[in-house]
Nanobody, 124 residues
């Protein structure tokens, strides 16, 4: 599957952005998907993941501020980011597991398909 992430940009602290990850080549349906991020000089870290029908998982640092969702009809996963902080500045990547009905994992190695990344910059 090919993943295309979009929606990044520059915002001030307290602002919002909505990231999108569109899949092509096969459906997202049934495959857990997640967002990761990587800040300069830091390791890639898990942000949020989603598995049908309603299971979601968040990193503690974004819980209550970010919301992951999916639209199977559009084959797209979204990440709504509110109350953004300078510490959220990073390149954001979407990823999908290759095993149907697998669990959402925080380990990036569990995901076999990755998008190209979209940059989010939050200024104070």
């Amino acid at each position: 599957v090919q993943l295309q992430a979009s929606g990044g940009g520059s915002v001030q602290a307290g602002g919002s952005l909505r990231l999108s990850c569109a899949a092509s080549g096969r459906t997202f349906s049934g495959f857990p998907t997640a967002w990761f991020r990587q800040a300069p000089g830091k390791k890639r870290e898990f942000v949020a993941g989603i598995r049908e029908p309603t299971y979601t998982l968040y990193a503690d640092s974004v819980k209550g501020r970010f919301t992951i969702s999916r639209d199977n009809a559009k084959n797209t996963v979204f990440l709504q980011m509110n109350s953004l902080e300078p510490e959220d500045t990073a390149v954001y990547y979407c990823a999908a597991r290759r095993i149907t009905n697998a669990i959402v994992r925080r380990d990036a190695n569990a995901y076999g398909d990755w998008g190209q990344g979209t940059l989010v910059t939050v200024s104070s």
